[in-house]
Nanobody, 124 residues
């Protein structure tokens, strides 16, 4: 059973930062491809960052322009998403996500499973 739990969302002004955390169960962390995506009301899911299935290096959606950084702590089964220079268009529900390993090949995103989500609101 896939288990994911996000935390760290909130409301910030444009230009601010937030650091999202995701706690995964040990089996989820070990056996699945992991990453983050977001979804704003009325919009499609948008993959943000994920770990390559082969060497666990992070890859990112090119639209992020280097503002977000994905990191992990293998000892704690945790993922993080550091978000800097936030913009109002970053406002969305953010999800920690997992999927079969083949989903994290650099060209696709782990949309198979997700946690309950954490809201990020950026005001101008």
């Amino acid at each position: 059973q896939v288990q994911l739990q996000e935390s760290g969302g909130g409301s910030v002004q444009a230009g601010g930062s937030l650091n999202l955390s995701c706690t995964a169960s040990a089996s989820t962390y070990r056996s699945y491809c992991l990453g983050w995506y977001r979804q704003a009301p009325g919009k499609a899911r948008e993959g943000l960052a994920a770990l390559y299935r082969t060497d666990k290096r992070p890859y990112y959606h090119p639209s992020l322009e280097g503002r977000f950084t994905l990191s992990r702590d293998d000892a704690k089964n945790m993922l993080y998403l550091q978000m800097n220079n936030l913009k109002p268009e970053d406002t969305a529900m953010y999800y920690c996500a997992a999927d079969k390993l083949s989903a994290c090949d650099g060209g696709s995103w782990p949309f198979g499973y997700r946690g309950p989500g954490t809201q990020v609101t950026v005001s101008s």
